[in-house]
Nanobody
Framework: VQLQASGGGLVQTGGSLGLSCTAS????????MGWYRQAQGKRRELVAVVTSDGSRTYADSVKGRSTISRDNAKNTVYLQMNSLKPEDTAVYYCKSEGYLATRWGTLGSVFASWGQGTQVTVSS
């Protein structure tokens, strides 16, 4: 399963940015889709995750400023970030977990895949 992320860039403090990530491959079902980030010199951390039934979890640091959503028909997850702060600067990675499809169209092996990362820089 491959994940292609896009939408990063440079934005000023207080600005907004939207990220998207599309999963492709022999996918039978996607359970969780989420976004993580890793700032320079820091560990990768969860930003937000959305389950297949639409339940959302956010890190406290972005709660109220970000919205995660998904389009199951397109195997795509989105992250809209508002009121951005310099501390939001990081490489953002999408992650997807689910099941591959068997040749018979049933659920096969579990997969967990990461996207390539997209840089978000918030200038002060």
């Amino acid at each position: 399963v491959q994940l292609q992320a896009s939408g990063g860039g440079l934005v000023q403090t207080g600005g907004s940015l939207g990220l998207s990530c599309t999963a492709s491959g022999n996918i039978a079902r996607i359970n969780d889709m989420g976004w993580y980030r890793q700032a320079q010199g820091k560990r990768r951390e969860l930003v937000a995750v959305v389950t297949s039934d639409g339940s959302r979890t956010y890190a406290d640091s972005v709660k109220g400023r970000s919205t995660i959503s998904r389009d199951n028909a397109k195997n795509t997850v989105y992250l809209q970030m508002n009121s951005l702060k310099p501390e939001d600067t990081a490489v953002y990675y999408c992650k997807s977990e689910g099941y591959l499809a068997t040749r018979w169209g049933t659920l096969g092996s579990v997969f967990a895949s990461w996207g390539q990362g997209t840089q978000v820089t918030v200038s002060s």
